[in-house]
């Protein structure tokens, strides 16, 4: 499978995956490593690359990934080119819970306007932490939850008011 990966706000890398149970190989814009793959009780991967282990904690939500390995945390967002790169306008419109969690952060009020990834509010779920993003600019209409709140995973966390057509 070949995708394109956007990581947050840094550049596009052209990434191909061979999966097997097991793990797999992985190509990152040309250079291909081989991956083995351990799921561990407590929801984290353990990754083989090179030789070296690594903790990693994913949660998946659409065509966006957030992981956290290397004691940082990225928000990955894939492009499958088969599908086509573009989302609809109104999944722009809201912000939902990638999993369950807490609210550790409003980074935005209601009323507020935002830039296209503005961290808009920060949870915790797994024992990571997640800045969750506009997806556009806009305005900030809804914020259902307080901070110290706990949510379920598909939540509205933040919604936008609509595009004005």
């Known amino acids: ?16 995956l061979v999966r097997h149970a097991r ?15 351990e799921d561990k009780p407590d929801g984290s991967l353990a990754l083989t690359l090179c030789s070296c282990t690594h903790v990693v ?5 659409g065509e966006t990934a957030y992981v956290h390995a290397f004691g940082r945390a990225w928000t990955v967002t894939l492009r ?5 790169g ?9 912000c939902l819970a990638p999993m369950p969690g807490t609210v550790v952060e409003l980074a935005v009020a209601a009323g507020d306007r935002v830039s296209a990834g503005q961290t808009m509010i920060v949870i915790e779920s797994m024992k990571m932490q997640l800045n969750l993003e506009a997806a556009r600019d806009g305005v900030v209409a809804e914020l259902p939850f307080a901070k110290g709140d706990v949510f379920d995973r598909d939540a509205l966390l933040v919604r936008l008011e609509a595009r004005e057509e």
Do not use: C, F
């Open 1 to 16: 499978m070949k995708l394109t990966a956007e990581l947050g706000t840094g550049g596009r890398h052209q990434v191909a």
């Open 23 to 37: 793990g797999g190989r992985v190509d990152i814009d040309g250079v291909a490593s081989d991956v083995v793959k």
């Open 57 to 61: 904690w994913v949660a998946q939500h």
């Open 80 to 84: 499958d080119p088969v599908r086509g």
């Open 86 to 94: 573009d989302a609809d306008a109104e999944e722009g419109d809201v």
